[in-house]
């Protein structure tokens, strides 16, 4: 089965509102990275996270290790936040990273 | 902010073909990686190393080699190219197991 399981897997929402974003994982997760695909291919490094919350922005988000997820949240979203996101696990310091299947989110005007 | 890049940025060739794919970070970071994308599968791992001369497998690894030949550089090799090689290839760096940087990736077709 999957380790890193992101849900949903495609949503769509108009500009100006908010959304959430989730990841569980079924590996022990050490740290999580976020980024971003966006339509030209580009990755884009989002958060890097140990257990706890960051913010940036009006990107906000969390992992909690015991609980095994991870959220990422936006906030008033913006024609350019389209694109697909994808979180990645560490599994217990094996310096490699694990993949979910991404999200992906078309922002509406 | 980390620099990647990639070269070619397309690629085609014929199935049975040999082709090397190139990488070069100028952050100094110690893990380089490559992986492929494709629909349905997210990013998977097929090699990555730890530093000049060191190579440890991913998680997707046949029908790749791969060479760290300095810091700076890591190479994906493809000796015999099959169609189900046809991919989008992208690199990564990082400073020990902390934030990977990506280049702007590699499209390959294998005819």
């Known amino acids: 089965g999957d380790k890193v399981k992101q849900s949903p897997s495609a949503l769509s929402l108009q500009e100006g509102t908010n959304s959430a974003l989730r990841c569980n994982f079924s590996?022990?997760?050490?740290?999580v990275q976020w980024f971003l695909q966006n339509p030209r291919g580009s990755l884009i490094n989002l958060f890097y996270?140990?257990?706890g919350t960051k913010e940036n922005g009006r990107l906000k988000s969390a992992f909690d290790s015991k609980e095994s997820y991870s959220t990422l949240h936006i906030r008033d979203a913006q024609l350019e936040d389209s694109g697909t996101y994808f979180c990645a696990a560490e599994n217990y310091n094996q310096g490699k990273l694990i993949f979910g299947q991404g999200t992906k989110l078309s922002i509406k005007p | 902010e980390a620099a990647v890049t990639q070269s070619p940025r397309n690629k085609v060739t014929v199935t049975g073909g040999n082709v090397t794919l190139s990488c070069r970070q100028t952050n100094s970071h110690n893990y380089m990686y490559w992986y492929r994308q494709d629909t349905g599968h997210g990013l998977r791992l097929i090699h990555y190393s730890y530093g000049a001369g060191n190579l440890q497998i991913g998680d997707v690894p046949d029908g790749y080699k791969a060479t760290r030949t300095t810091q700076e550089d890591f190479f994906l090799l493809l000796e015999l190219a099959s169609p189900s090689q046809t991919s989008l290839y992208f690199c990564?760096?990082?400073?020990?197991?902390?934030?990977?940087?990506f280049g702007p990736g590699t499209r390959l077709t294998v005819l």
């Open positions: 990564a760096s990082s400073q020990a197991v902390y934030e990977q940087y």
């Open positions: 996270l140990v257990p």
């Open positions: 590996i022990a997760a050490t740290t």
